[in-house]
């Protein structure tokens, strides 16, 4: 991703949050299935695991409401 860090920490911070909601919900998001939520989730925690650390994220997160 080309873009300024302050910028590519926040987009990341937004893809994070925005995968565990669809993961978490998946009859309010139909057009996407639950795993593959799962997956783009897990993806972004394992390449990026010091923004999850400060956002309290874990690869659990998607089985807790």
Do not use: D
Request: with cysteine; glycine share 0%.
């Amino acid at each position: 991703m080309n873009a300024r860090n302050e910028i590519k920490y926040a987009l990341l911070v937004r893809k994070m949050k925005y995968w565990l909601m669809v993961a978490r919900n998946p009859s309010v998001y139909r057009h996407c299935p639950s795993s593959r939520a799962r997956k783009n989730y897990w993806r972004l925690i394992a390449k990026y695991p010091e923004i999850a650390a400060q956002l309290n994220l874990n690869p659990a997160s998607v089985y807790t409401a």
